[in-house]
């Protein structure tokens, strides 16, 4: 026995193994030594055997607790988690105060998901072993998957006091301090984690992650290369540095990089989505729904692929309600219904006459089309007759600042789970839940999935359904869904009499210049639609109406417009067409003021189709400038109707292709028409239905108030 254990103990494990079963060929019937046996065979890779030999020694000796201790650790092994947790009681019932097996039991109840079983494993070994650094630093990393930071915070720190040199659990309180928005106080965290293990690549990357928030992007990708020099292989290093390059517009080196991180990582959902994004934004549409594809077969559950590919949809030619519906329907049934348990016990007060409590759920609250297309309801809502939460899940800017202080509560839940704010919501007693996301990045559509809300809306910022069956109604008006087609939509189509939205222009909007053919004596064309919109059917037609337009210009201004792939493909159809490229002017990202004033530089604007213009179409208006559309059947291909007949300016919408280019250009040949429409546009579109916010907020708050009727 001494000379096995001996062996045992320097790990030796096949000479000890030996030994051990000739004691047992002389007497079978020793549990201590049928339990090292176990042990043995365990750490040998022999899991089952070793829990046959535990087994059998528990048969000798049931009150044994190492070897029921040992056993529910072979359990855990072979991936049987309920047996791991009945062995482990069955030794807690014997010594109760092995601090050891409370944290082995924690570590089951976590794999088995139920986290608030591991939270109490993790406290009980913590009380009679308070020195437990992995219990502690188990804990930390437990309660920052609940979501509780602040107490993440504290077991990381105490973990700290245990081991002050310990590198990893310094990056686990830097992410902790993360997630509750310290940024600097973080980077201090991964700073000492560096100081400690100058090696250490996740905490180099984690650092650049946070220069990354604070939009230090430099700084940031100097951060990702340090990873990168110390680890070649770190994919999500690679990625990292994909997103910042994306995000400087550098499109063809955030690919390079994205590359790299599959090169790596083959079977990467995450990186076959920001790569299928960077398809999208150079207009290679069919690449980015490859990607996309590529994404759900890595893993079906990836809801937020499966969202990119739904949006990605909308901008194809070829795109039906028909096809959009089945996508929708399809993640419908994958992601949402699992979640909607239809819950009937809401205790809101079913009184139809209160005041309602209208939540609005966004990552969008900001500078963007949803920001701009609120803003009115918010600023000319009654009081009295809605009450407005906003849940608000992005950075903020000035506008988002306009937006706080006119809604009537707010919230921040950047960070929270999907369960956390569903609770959340349902707490509010909210009565009607907005949705303004839809599949569109950055989307809480598994929270609207659970129905926090009686009653659940869609409006804007995605175009038309979202195919939820958890969304009751969809606003929309006459324009977007004709009379006749509701049947397309599998929410109740709520009409608005004039648009569905009400823009608000920005105060440092230029003044409207005069029509710039006056100084240049040709006509300039433009359109400041996304490149993923300007597919090559379209490209043909601005092409055609080149051609038909002697020494006319065209300026396409966006973020990465400007990128080499955007001007590859753009400019090599307009040549394939006979137009020169320098008749083509393609600019990138500039800031929204100076982006207003371009417009100043355009006589006449063309539309995108299928997916045709919202706030840019609102935005050329305000500046003077008309715009040509030719809508189709799909909710995105009529923006540009009803925002310019509702502006009073239907004669610029096309009924097909061929005349849509007869109206781009016999507008282009009328001088004195395009002069009269610069003097004019502004303030009719000023004095239009597209810009009567109190009107507006009065219509929405009507339509609010029948379905809850219907509801009470």
């Known amino acids: 026995m001494d000379l096995a254990q001996q062996h045992h103990a320097a790990g030796r494990l096949p000479q000890a193994e030996a030994i051990y079963r000739q004691i047992l060929q002389i007497d079978p019937n020793q549990p201590a030594i049928l339990n090292h046996l176990g042990v043995i065979t365990r750490h040998l890779g022999k899991p089952e055997t070793a829990v046959e030999l535990f087994t059998k020694a528990l048969a000798i000796d049931p009150a044994f607790a190492e070897a029921h201790i040992n056993l529910g650790t072979a359990f855990k092994h072979l991936g049987k988690l309920d047996e791991a947790v009945a062995s482990y009681r069955k030794a807690l019932a014997i010594k109760p105060d092995i ?19 591991a939270v109490a494993g ?20 437990l309660f920052r998957d609940l979501g509780n930071l602040d107490e993440a915070v504290a077991s990381y720190r105490k973990a700290l006091v245990l081991k002050p040199d310990y590198a990893e659990v310094h990056v686990n309180l830097g992410n902790a301090i993360k997630d509750l928005g310290k940024l600097d106080e973080a980077m201090v965290s991964y700073r000492k984690a560096l100081a400690i293990k100058p090696d250490y690549a996740e905490a ?31 994919a999500e290093a690679h990625v990292n540095l994909g997103n910042v390059f994306k995000d400087l517009g550098k499109l063809d080196e955030a690919m390079a990089c994205y590359r790299k991180a599959l090169a790596n990582k083959p079977a990467y959902a995450e990186v076959q989505i920001n790569l299928g994004n960077v398809f999208r934004d150079l207009g290679e549409l069919d690449q980015a729904m490859a990607c996309y594809r590529k994404a759900l077969a890595i893993d079906p559950d990836c809801a937020e692929a499966h969202s990119n590919l739904a949006f990605a949809a909308q901008y194809d030619v070829d795109v039906s309600l028909e096809k959009l519906n089945d996508l929708h329907a399809e993640w419908d049934r994958r992601y949402a219904i699992p979640l909607n348990i239809a819950l009937q016990d809401y205790d809101n007060d079913p009184n139809p006459d209160r005041t309602m409590r209208v939540g609005f759920v966004s990552s ?35 506008l988002t600042e306009r937006l706080m202080a006119l809604s009537d509560e707010w919230t921040d839940v950047r960070g929270i789970s999907d369960e956390a704010l569903c609770r959340r919501i349902r707490s509010d007693r909210i009565d009607i839940l907005v949705d303004l996301s839809g599949h569109t990045a950055g989307n809480r559509l ?47 189509v709520i009409r608005l009499p004039d648009g569905y939205v009400s823009y608000e222009p920005p105060d440092y909007a230029a003044e409207v210049g005069p029509l710039p053919y006056e100084r240049n004596g040709f006509i300039t064309f433009g359109s400041f639609n996304n490149p993923a919109k300007i597919n090559d059917d379209v490209l043909i037609a601005w092409a055609e109406i080149l051609m038909a337009v002697p020494n006319a210009r065209l300026i396409l201004k966006y973020g990465n417009m400007d990128a080499e792939g955007n001007r590859r493909r753009i400019l090599e159809k307009f040549s394939a067409h006979g137009i020169d490229s320098a008749r083509v ?8 003021p100076e982006l207003l004033a371009r417009y ?11 997916y045709t213009g919202g706030l840019t179409t609102c935005e050329a208006l305000w500046m003077g400038v008309p715009t040509i559309t030719k809508p189709g059947e ?5 923006h540009s109707l009803s925002h310019l007949t509702n502006a009073g300016v239907a004669e610029l919408v096309a009924h097909d292709l061929p005349d849509y280019r007869s109206r781009a250009v016999e507008l282009a040949s009328d001088i004195s028409r395009l002069t009269d429409l610069r003097i004019g546009l502004r303030e009719r579109t000023a004095l239009s239905p597209l810009c009567d916010g109190e009107k507006f907020a009065a219509d929405f708050t009507f339509a609010m108030r029948r379905i809850w009727h219907e509801w009470c």
């Open 122 to 141: 993790y406290r009980k070994a913590l009380a009679i072993k308070p020195g437990f650094l992995e219990a502690h630093i188990n804990l930390g990393n």
């Open 585 to 592: 002017i393609l600019e990138g990202r500039s800031p929204h």
């Open 99 to 117: 601090a050891e097996t409370h944290y082995n039991l924690g570590t089951t109840f976590k794999a088995l998901g139920k986290l608030d079983e």
């Open 364 to 398: 969008n609250f900001g500078r963007h089309p949803v920001g701009y297309f609120i803003v009115n309801l918010l600023e000319h809502r009654r009081v009295g007759t809605i009450e407005t939460v906003c849940y608000s899940d992005r950075d903020p800017d000035d």
């Open 446 to 492: 598994l929270v609207i999935a659970r129905r926090p809300a009686p009653l659940q809306v869609k409006w804007v910022g995605y175009a038309g359904s979202v195919g939820l069956s958890a969304i009751d109604y969809l606003i929309a008006d006459s324009w977007h869904v004709p009379e006749g087609t509701e049947g397309h939509y599998l929410e109740k």
């Open 600 to 610: 100043n530089d355009v006589d006449i604007s063309l539309d995108t189709f299928p």
């Open 204 to 234: 180099q990357n984690n650092l650049g992650a946070a220069f990354e928030e604070q939009r230090k992007l430099n700084d940031a990708a100097v951060c990702y290369r340090k990873a990168l020099a110390i680890n070649p292989d770190f």
């Open 634 to 638: 799909t909710f995105a291909s009529r």
